[in-house]
Structure formats: C-alpha cells, structure tokens
C-alpha cells in the first residue's frame, strides 16, 4: 500500500462533491470552462481559412472591350475576388489599397483588346495589398489561370490561333508593402497589438480584483478616496507598462526582424493611447464584475481569446466568414492592427487611419463608462 | 460638554442581505468622548452597523446622523471626519509601515506628511518596524498599525471593528491607554469587542443579538437592569457540584469562575430556597453581583427560550 495511509474511498467522494459543489457555487468559472472550449471548437471549426475568398478588387479599365469584361467576369466567378467597382481613378485606387479598402487592383491598359487581337501580348497588371502574403498567395496564383482560361473561351475561330504557343496575355503581378511576402513584416508589428491586449486586460482585470479580495478595497471605501481616482489611478501606471511594452516591440521589429517601418512613429505612438485606454476599460470592466482574482483572469482570457483569433492577427481576416468578421469588426485589436500595419508597412496618414480609429474610441468610450458604472463606492 | 449634541444618533437602522434581517431597527445614540462598547455573538450584525455608520453600505430602511451629517445621503462629508478600523487587517501587506502610512496621509491629503507620519511612527512605537512589510507584522503590531493609520488625519470619531481580536494582553493594555487618552481630547470611539474585560472599560455599551438590541447603558445598569442574582460558591471537588445544580429549580447558569462556582437565576426565592438543599457545610456561599458575561449569557437565553 505506502503513499502515507490508506486509501479512504468515502474521503475520495467527499472530496470530489466538495470540488463539484464549489464549482458549482462559482457560476463564471463553471460558465469559462465551458466557454472556452465551446468558443475554440466554433473559432479553429468554423472560423479559420487559410484560403481567403471574395477578395475585394477594383478594376482600372483602360479598355472596355469585350476581352475585358470577360476577365472581370472570370475573376468573380473563380471566387477569390469580389469586384466592387470597374470605374475608379487610380488616385482612387491607390487610397483604397492604402486604407486596406480593397486587397486587389486590376489595371487593364489602354487599347488591350488591340494588342490581344494582334498577337501582341499585351500585359494585366495585378497590384495587390501583399501585407499578410497569406490573404493573397492563393489569390494570386489563382488570377493567371482565370485570366488565361477566360480569354481562351473568347479566342475561337479566326482568332484560335492565339491560343497556341505563349500564353495570349502578360500578367504582372505587382505585390505591394511587402513584396518579399516576409510574413514577419505582418507579424511583428500585429504583435504589438497583441501583446497589449493580453497583458493591460489581465493586469487592470486583477487590480480591483484583488483590492476586494484582500479587504483592502474596505479600507479605501472608508476613505475620501473616489471612485474616478482609484480608476484613473490605477490605469496610469498601465498605460506607462503599456508604452514601455510598445517600445520594445518597435526596436525588436526594427532591429532584430528588420522591418521597415514607412511611417511615422509619433502618430502611432499617439492613436496606440487610444488602444491602450481601451484594453484598460476592459480590464476595470472585469475587475468590477469578477469576484475574485482567478474569475478576473479568466474573463481577460475570454476576451483575448477572440481578440487574438478574429482580428486578423493569426489568420487573414477576409478569410473569415462573415459573421466572424462582424465579431472582429467590434474589437479594437482588428483596428489597431490595421492602424499598426498601416501606419509601419504603407506609411498612413492620419486621414488614413481614421476609419479605424473611431470604433477604438466608441469602444473605449463604452468599456470605459460600463466599468465606472459598474464601480461600486459601497461593499453591497 | 453642556451642550454636546450626539456624535451618532440613529434610529431604526435596518439592513437585510437577501431576505435575512441582520441589522434590525437599531436605535443608538453615542456622545462626544464617549467610549462605546458594542457586543454580541458572531453574526449579529456589528460589522454591518459600523459598516453602515461609515458609508460603506447602504442602509435598507431607517435614519441617522454622524457628527452632525446624514449617514445616507452625506457620507463623502463623514469620511474625512471618521476614523474606520476593519475586522480583517486591510492595510497592503505588500507595503511597508511607512508606506502604508505615507499612503493613508495622501488618500487624507495630510499637509506635513512626512512630519505627521514620523511623529505617529515614533509614538506609536513603531520605529522598529517602519520599513518592515505590514504583512510580516505580528497580530499585535498589525493591530498597531492600523490604529495609526486611522489616527494619521486625527478623526473625531473612531470606528474600530474588533481590533484586539487575537491580541496579547499587553498589547491590548496599550490599546486601551491609547483609547483613554484620545477620549480625554474629545474622540468619540465605537469599539466591537468580544472581551468581558474590555466591554467593562467602556464607559457605555450595547448587547446585539442577531440584528437586534436587547440592551444598552453603563456596565452597571446593564447588570442590575437584568434583575439577574448569582451566588458563588467555592470548596472542594466542585466539579462534582456542578451537574447536582445545573437541574435545580431556579438555577438557569452555573460557570466555573476560578476557583468557584458562579450559580445565578432571576427569581432569588427559588434559587435560594433549591441551593439550600446544598448548604450541608462542605461548601461555603457568599451572594455576589451577576458579572457581564452572565448578564449577556442569560440574555442570549431567555431570547432563544422565546
Ligand atoms: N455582504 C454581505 N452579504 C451577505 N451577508 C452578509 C454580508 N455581510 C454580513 N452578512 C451576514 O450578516 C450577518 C451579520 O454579520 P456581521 O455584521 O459581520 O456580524 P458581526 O460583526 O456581529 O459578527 C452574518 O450572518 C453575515 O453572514
Ligand atoms: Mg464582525
């Protein structure tokens, strides 16, 4: 027998009902354990796609014959593109890649079908947002196929002969921001993001936690101390872990993985206030809602969960279906990644990120009144 | 002193946590200087009234001032005025004595902080520990430190809830200096106790059992008010006495006190006329006033027997 005694089967059963009844009493830990993996099974079952489709396109028409038409129309049946617009400038194409409004622009040059007909081989420029190479390798690759088996269907009688030998058209692909599709480039800078969320949620999630806790949170109550005080007091320091983690991450992105970073810094350092207020609100939301530190962390981890699998952190966002991405959508962790990679990789302008920049604010602005709301200046 | 108006004064204070009264209709009045004893079983809802007091719960039903300020409504004014001692030690373990002072001084906004906070070090006869962390303080010194910190802003009233609870007597005799001579300045003090000896240094004190009041005033007029007679006895062999008494007609307490044995009842004829059957020499008996904690005890009794 050994191990110290013998076995009790009933002390066993005690045991294992106390364990049941506790986990019981506790509705969020029970409510997180089922959670989590319910929330993993739909996120890697349903959500993940590494082969994104519906990519959206803009053509730049130079030619409106037949041939190209027939491309367009090719291009939005294989799938991988949505074609949302055959009549943009190409300033206007250009702002729309910037802003990550469109993932593909397709220029077709002026007198195309001409140089088609005449043997020519003429040339489809294919510019694409190549900062995650996952969104768009398969797309990619996809275009000279579609492209070529489209236009075959058209090339028939006087024109068959076009169809022998070197493939009727040129097609250029021209990858933008990152062209070596260096998947660190879209990795680094997303981490930043990443890492804050993680530690700013877990962190202001314990800090009133634990006042409670440990009876502390008695003492400051019976003090003049008020609520927005203890709040704001507690997040400053955060906000300075949250800077010191950003420089680290930015020095490491430069130096170690040799990103370039295009844009400027002081912007980013800027709008990441927003970001890092956000995180904050989120946190002193939980701490108002857990009733101890264990709870805490673990509504962190349901909100990071998403956040680090829905924003387009780990996986291309358009590769998400829709609904995923209306959840993404809602996170500040998809805009901020936006922001980053915008502001690092393309050298966006503040215009330029303003899209994403207000649903960090209207998120903030809510986290952020729920959480002083929720913050109780009494114990009941 | 002539005109003091009261420095607590409520009347039917009521709290209830889902459904379950805890604190219930209590009246109580405290004066300036006074040295107020508040006592009573776990769970009679102590804490829950001096949370109350303190504004760090909400009263269900019921009204009343502290130094002159609405409980409900004007806590944020009573705050800086008050003194508030929790049961469990809630100071950050995690920082050291002069940092948790320093802390409290701010939260308090104390001009000559620094000054302030080394002067109740040293009289406080913390120096030794001023740099150790609070969490590594004895039950006593802890103690210690909390009173400082809510002395530090020098509060006209003090809420202490239990604070010699698990404290050595000599400790708890410093304590009681410290009590005595900020009453002599004018602090009013409500102190939650379990010792019978403590409940006797108060100048007035209340009895709660289970949400309600069942007694108040000085030590002495709790005692003959309970109309509760106590003869004492001593001999040898006791032990033996003990259960011979206990099923005696009159006889509703006998404690070991010492080295006697304290028997008491409320209807005196009775409880003479059944110990007389006792009086055989080998004992002696001597008539005494009933002590607190018997008045309490019969108390809890006659509450329990309906
Ligand atoms: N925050 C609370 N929520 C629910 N019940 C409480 C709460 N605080 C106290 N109680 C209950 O109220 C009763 C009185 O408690 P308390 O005021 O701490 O008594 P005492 O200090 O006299 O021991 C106890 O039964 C306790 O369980
Ligand atoms: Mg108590």
């Given at each position: ?11 066993f059963?005690?045991?294992i009902?106390k364990?049941f009844?506790q986990?019981r009493?506790?509705r969020?830990?029970f409510?997180m354990?089922i959670g989590i993996?319910?929330?993993?099974m739909?996120?890697?079952g349903?959500a993940i ?24 129309a090719?291009?939005q ?14 300033e206007e ?12 622009v397709?220029?077709?040059p002026e007198?195309f079908?001409r140089h088609?007909?005449r043997?020519?081989?003429?040339s ?5 947002d ?10 990619l690759?996809?275009f000279r196929?579609?492209?070529e ?8 009688g ?5 169809r022998?030998?070197?493939p009727p ?8 921001f990152n062209p070596?599709?260096?998947t ?5 800078p997303?981490l930043?993001g990443v890492?804050l969320t993680?530690?700013l949620?877990?962190i ?9 806790e440990r009876g502390?949170m008695?003492n400051l109550?019976?003090?003049?101390v008020?609520?927005?005080?203890v709040m ?9 872990v ?8 930015l020095?490491a992105?430069y130096?170690?993985f040799?990103v370039?970073i295009?844009?400027n810094?002081?912007?980013?350092l800027?709008?990441s206030?927003?970001f890092i207020?956000?995180n ?5 939301t939980?701490?108002?809602?857990a009733?101890?530190?264990?709870q ?12 680090i ?18 959840i ?8 901020y990644l936006?922001i980053?990679r915008g502001i690092?990789l393309k050298?966006n ?14 998120f ?15 114990l009941? | 002193?002539?005109?003091?108006s009261?420095v607590?004064?409520v009347?039917?204070?009521t ?16 004066n ?5 004893g508040f006592?009573g ?8 009234f001096?949370r109350?007091l ?14 002159g300020?609405?409980?409900?409504r004007?806590?944020g004014?009573?705050?800086p005025?008050?003194?508030y001692?929790?049961q ?19 939260i308090?906004r104390?001009?000559n902080?620094?000054?302030t906070?080394?002067?109740?070090v040293e009289?406080m006869?913390?120096s030794?520990?001023a ?5 590594t303080?004895?039950?006593g010194?802890?103690?210690r ?8 802003h ?6 202490l809830?239990e604070?010699t609870a ?7 005799r ?8 900020l009453?002599a300045?004018g ?5 939650s ?5 403590e409940a006797e240094r108060?100048?007035?004190l209340a009895?709660?059992?289970y949400?309600?009041?069942l007694v108040?005033g000085t030590a002495d ?13 001593s ?13 005696l ?12 044995l ?13 110990l007389n059957?006792?009086k055989?020499?080998?004992y002696?008996?001597q ?14 009794q006659?509450?329990?027997g309906?």
């Open positions: 027998m050994g191990f110290g005694g013998y076995f009790s089967f009933n002390r059963l005690a045991v009902s364990e009844v986990m009493r506790d969020v830990t409510a354990m993996p319910i929330l993993q739909i996120i890697f349903f796609n590494s082969d994104p489709k519906h990519l959206p396109t803009v053509v730049l028409a130079g030619d409106h014959s037949v041939f190209s038409r027939t491309i367009i090719a291009m049946n294989s799938d991988y593109f949505k074609v949302i617009s055959t009549a943009a400038t190409e194409a250009a702002m729309l890649v910037e802003t990550g409004q469109v993932q593909f397709l220029t077709i007198q079908s088609l007909i043997g020519e081989n003429p489809l420029l294919l510019t694409a190549a900062t995650d190479p996952a969104a768009t390798s398969n797309a690759s996809a196929i579609v492209a088996r489209a236009l075959a269907r058209d090339l028939d006087p024109l068959s002969h076009l022998r030998g070197s058209v040129d097609v250029i692909i021209h990858p933008r070596e599709g260096i660190q480039y879209n990795i680094v997303g930043m890492v993680m530690t949620v877990i202001t999630a314990l800090a009133i936690t634990r006042e409670r502390t008695e109550l019976s003090t003049p008020k609520p927005f005080e704001i007091g507690k997040i400053i320091p955060y906000i300075i949250g800077y010191v983690q950003m420089g680290v991450i020095l992105s130096f170690l040799k370039p295009i844009g810094l002081f912007l980013l800027g709008v206030l927003l207020a956000a904050l609100g989120v946190g002193l939980f701490s108002t809602l009733r101890n530190q264990l805490a962390v673990q509504m962190a981890f349901f909100f990071f969960l998403p956040s699998l829905l924003s387009g952190f780990m996986f291309p966002f358009r590769g998400m279906p829709v609904w995923a991405q209306h993404g959508e809602i996170l500040p962790l998809t805009h936006r980053v690092i050298g302008t503040f215009d330029q990120i303003l899209p994403n920049l207000w649903p960090i604010t209207l903030l602005v809510i986290s952020l009144t729920i959480g002083l709301k929720r913050y109780r200046s009494t009941d | 002193m002539a005109d003091a009261p607590i004064a009347r039917n204070l709290k209830s946590f889902s459904g379950k009264t805890v604190v219930n209709k209590l009246s109580l009045q405290i300036p200087g006074e040295i107020y006592l079983p776990n769970g009679s809802g102590k804490t829950t001096i109350m303190s504004g760090l719960l909400r009263p269900d039903s019921g009204s009343g001032t502290c130094l300020f609405d409980i409900l004007e806590s004014k009573i705050k005025l008050i003194g001692m929790a469990r030690f809630s100071l950050y373990e995690d920082l050291s004595v002069r940092e948790n002072l320093n802390f409290m001084a701010r308090y104390i001009n902080m620094r000054r906070v080394d002067e109740t009289r006869g913390l030794r520990f740099n150790q962390l609070a969490g303080l004895s039950g010194w802890k103690q430190l909390a009173l400082s910190a809510c002395l530090l020098r509060p006209r009233l003090l809420l809830d604070p698990g404290v050595d007597p000599k400790a708890r410093d304590f009681w200096d410290d009590i005595y001579s009453a300045e602090v009013t003090s409500l102190i106790t379990h010792y019978m000896d108060c100048h007035r009895y709660l059992a949400g309600d009041l108040s007029e709790v005692v003959s008010r309970s109309g509760l007679k106590t003869r004492a006895v001999g040898a062999n006791l032990h033996l006495l003990s259960p011979e008494l206990k099923p007609a009159g006889v509703e307490q006998v404690v070991p006190f010492g080295s006697t304290h028997v008491s009842g409320h209807d005196e004829e009775l409880l003479d006329q059944s059957s006792l055989n020499g080998k002696t008996w008539k005494i006033d009933a002590n607190l904690e018997e008045v309490f005890i019969s108390l809890m006659e509450r329990e309906g």
